[in-house]
């Protein structure tokens, strides 16, 4: 029994390994910033989950009692990788990153752009 286990924990380490390094790629080879951003924030969350959950398990394992440290990180992961995701891509939403040509949605980036900021329209309205 204990070999399968470390057999578990050993294929969710490499997993996790390898959604890291997926989204390492991600960042490297995607056109545009706003993918750019997702790749990382989406597999490396997933490659973080995976060898936290290893951790866990091997931590379970040899010490008959689950720690509560990979628990706090990996609730701290996946609260602030969306939230700062999400911050970073109004930032960029804000200050008029432009998308790469022929992207998809390509109608909806040219109106996402054209939007003014708030307070920057004339007292009418219009």
Known sequence: MLFWLELLASSLLVMGG???????????????FYPRLHAPTKA???????ILVASMGLHALRSDALTVHELVISL???ITAP?????????????????????????????????????SQDKHGS
């Open 44 to 50: 490396t969350t997933l490659g973080i989950g995976c």
């Open 18 to 32: 390898l959604f890291i390094l997926i989204g390492a790629l991600g960042m490297v080879k995607l056109p545009d």
């Open 76 to 78: 701290f992961l996946f």
């Open 83 to 119: 939230v700062s995701a999400y911050m970073v891509a109004k930032g960029a939403l804000q200050r008029r990153t432009p998308f790469v040509e022929n992207t998809l949605n390509q109608n909806l980036s040219r109106d996402i752009l054209r939007r003014q900021a708030p307070g």
